[in-house]
């Protein structure tokens, strides 16, 4: 991924905080017809040592699980983005010297993947990812709600994918590169836009861009 410096993004916790928050990953593989690319959610499980892994779980019949284990595999984990009019800019109506663009917070993760198939660690993946999504729910769901039968059932038609993290790399596009002034009316311009998106942009540029 291209990255200029002043948008490079190196700190782990803020790369695993954007994976925790936007867990969605894109997997990308090359395979025997070219690039492929699968959707998954995935939780982070943390090593005494390095990265630590991402786990998963994807459909038996998708091939991605049979991927070698020696082959590396790119995750995306797309986080806040939105559009960035340079209507906002404070400099604007000075020299007229601005053009649109778009920001984003963006983590790229390289890894491995091993195949899991145990009855026990497939559910203990699916309870994870239940835990994770249901937290915020006024009375979760749990995996024990379902009947056992039907549960086992489904879980014999998946496959467990845990991803060896071996890098990463965080890109946060947040106005940086531009001057204080324009930083800040920025920010303005996104709060008075009031979408999710946005507020979550400006909270990024007002904590890692604006100075």
């Known amino acids: 991924m ?4 002043h948008f490079q993004q190196d700190q782990p916790e803020l790369l695993l905080e954007l994976i925790e ?6 997997v990308v593989a090359n395979s025997p017809s070219g690039l492929v690319a699968d959707h998954l959610p995935v939780f982070h499980r943390p090593a005494p ?6 786990l998963g779980h994807v459909a038996k019949n998708n091939p991605l699980w049979q991927c070698p284990p020696t082959q590396e595999l790119l995750l995306i984990f797309q986080g806040p983005s939105t559009y960035i009019s340079p ?7 000075i020299d007229g010297k601005v053009v649109p663009t778009w920001n984003y917070a963006v983590v790229h993760v390289y890894a491995t993947l091993k195949a899991l198939h145990a009855p026990d660690d497939l559910l203990e993946i699916v309870t994870q990812l239940t835990q994770q999504h249901e937290a ?3 009375q979760p769901w749990q995996v024990s709600d379902a009947p056992a039968d039907f549960t086992q059932k489904l879980l014999a038609g998946i496959v467990g994918v845990e991803f060896s993290i ?7 596009k947040v106005s940086q590169n531009q001057s204080t002034p324009n930083q800040h009316s920025v920010v303005e311009g996104l709060v008075q836009q009031g979408t ?4 979550q942009m400006a909270e990024l540029v007002q904590t890692l861009g604006a100075r």
């Open 196 to 199: 999710a998106p946005s507020l």
């Open 21 to 26: 928050a936007f867990p969605l990953a894109t």
């Open 49 to 54: 040592d390095g990265w630590g892994q991402l």
């Open 136 to 138: 915020a729910q006024a």
């Open 87 to 93: 209507q906002w800019y404070a400099s604007k109506p």
């Open 166 to 172: 071996q890098r990463m790399q965080g890109k946060w």
């Open 2 to 5: 291209y990255c200029p410096a």
